[in-house]
């Protein structure tokens, strides 16, 4: 059980405020992760501008899903594997390739799976990539720049992983169907 508060817009701390605006504006409703992270005005101030940048990056939406997606699973988050499910399937990844990240397989889908590879080796491997992981990565047409952006997209995803972990937020009902726990 969870000691934070799912905050409001009302009850969240001031210094929260406009960070929780800027979400609520981005997805049309407050996520449950982030009012939870909200406690912490560093924390979603933090997050905020991150995200902000990783979506703003190279990738298209159905890449960055397909990374989030698969740090959630390779960091066992359970929270974010649901929110990043119902997110990749609404931005366009086939739900063979979503199912494929769930059950901790790469997607049929080639750019997918290299994005994918890079992402859950980097997790395990604590970002000591070897010469034959980059090489997985950039043969499939992935420059060294979208490598290291990749990183980015790692590190605002332990942000939301890390604290899903902590916080335990309750799923709202539109991610309760793609609920999913660590084997």
């Known amino acids: 059980m969870s000691n934070y508060p799912v905050h409001t817009l009302q009850s969240a701390p001031e210094a929260s405020r406009k960070s929780l605006e800027a979400l609520q ?29 990783v979506h703003a990056g190279s990738f298209s939406e159905p890449q960055i899903q397909t990374v989030l997606l698969t740090n959630a699973v390779t960091n066992a988050s359970a929270y974010p594997v649901a929110l990043h499910t119902f997110l990749a399937l609404q931005n366009g ?64 995803s332990a942000i939301t992983n890390y604290n899903a972990s902590v916080t335990q937020p309750p799923l709202e009902v539109d991610f309760q169907v793609h609920s999913w726990s660590a084997n």
């Open 25 to 53: 504006s981005a997805f049309g409703f407050l996520p449950n992760i982030a009012a939870t992270m909200s406690t912490s005005p560093v924390l979603i101030n933090t997050l905020v501008p991150m995200f902000g940048q």
């Open 93 to 156: 990844v086939t739900e063979a390739d979503v199912e494929a990240i769930r059950n901790g397989d790469l997607p049929k889908d080639a750019k997918l799976a290299a994005l994918s590879r890079l992402a859950k080796t980097l997790i395990e491997k604590r970002g000591r990539l070897n010469a034959h992981d980059k090489e997985l990565f950039l043969r499939e047409g992935f420059g060294s720049e979208h490598l290291l952006e990749v990183i980015a997209i790692v590190a605002a």
